[in-house]
């Protein structure tokens, strides 16, 4: 090894030591042998993987879709993750399609989670009620105030009646837990926190994110002081999973990764039985990246890191959804 490859390598070592803040919750093992860990403080445990609704909702055989979502909760994945506005609705009503199935008997098994866009009370009352109908469901298990990617965000869930909505909709047993999204800045969601005691917050943790606008180095420290749950996403770069498209990691180096820092679980948009499959035993064999082997994937990734083009969600408003553009004031992206 050449005195500069050495520098390089024991740098990388002294940054793998910040890569996790504290180690994630003890994984336990129920009967089907799937890893979960405490959701926060609500008392509940959660799969360590979470089945992105967006995804499943892109799936065109929608037969298909439901047979994926009846294999993860066979295999274990019970979290499931959905959105008020994914596919104008498509996905919470696909999902549901597949939990009310057999009696409902899929339901039993999942701890469902979506999401609120609105922030103006009356409107967030209407969301909730259509995520209920569509997820045919009287009570929602989680559910998150999406995309809080900007600096007012965080006043007008509360100065347009939003969140006092929710928890209204909360006492009323509609929901049980109540959290949080975002995908911009770290220093949004320390504002967010400030604001109530939530649940859960649902943010970026990706190998990419160690070096740019770092959720998992500036938010997790501080979600947990508040005992408030981390929900990691988009492990792979977002959507488009860049990351592992670009040759930048592979997707069990991302999984892994995600998984090796303080969240209660990482959501995963899977399509195929074939990705389920991977992450599943992934999953089950999961072993943390840690010393010479999270030196080298850091240093492997640095290079590429620091500007942000594996994490565009961060900088650009492409990967809002259309509701929040309009919301701000910004144009509908092109169709």
Known sequence: MSDETRREFLAATAAAALATPSAPAQEKKPADGFPTRPLGKTGVN?????????????????????KIMHAALDQGVTFFDNCWDYHDGGSEEVMGKALAADGGKWRKKCFLMTKVCSRKGPEVRKQIEDSLRRLQTDVIDLMQMHEIN?????????????????LKMQKEGKVRFVGYTGHKSPHIHLKMLTVHQW??????????????????????????????????????????GKIVKEGVATAEE???????????????????????????????????????????LLAKVKPEAGDGRHERFKSTIDFDGPYHRKQHGFAEPPK
Request: hydrophobic content about 40%.
């Open 46 to 66: 959660v799969s360590i993987l979470c089945l992105g609704g967006w995804h499943i909702g892109s799936i065109k055989d929608k037969d298909e879709a439901v």
């Open 150 to 166: 900007w600096d007012n965000d965080p006043e007008w869930v509360v100065e347009q009646g939003g969140l006092a909505e929710v």
């Open 199 to 240: 649940d859960t917050v649902q943010c970026p943790i990706n190998v990419c994110d160690h070096f740019y606008r770092s959720f998992a180095k500036e938010l997790v420290p501080a979600a947990k002081k508040r005992g408030t749950a981390v929900i990691g996403m988009k492990a792979l770069g977002g959507g488009q």
């Open 254 to 296: 991302c999984l892994r990764f995600a998984l090796t820092q303080d969240v209660a679980t990482v959501v995963s948009g899977m399509v195929s039985m074939d990705e389920l499959t991977k992450n599943v035993a992934t999953c089950r064999n999961f072993k943390p990246v840690e010393g010479e082997e999270l030196a080298r």
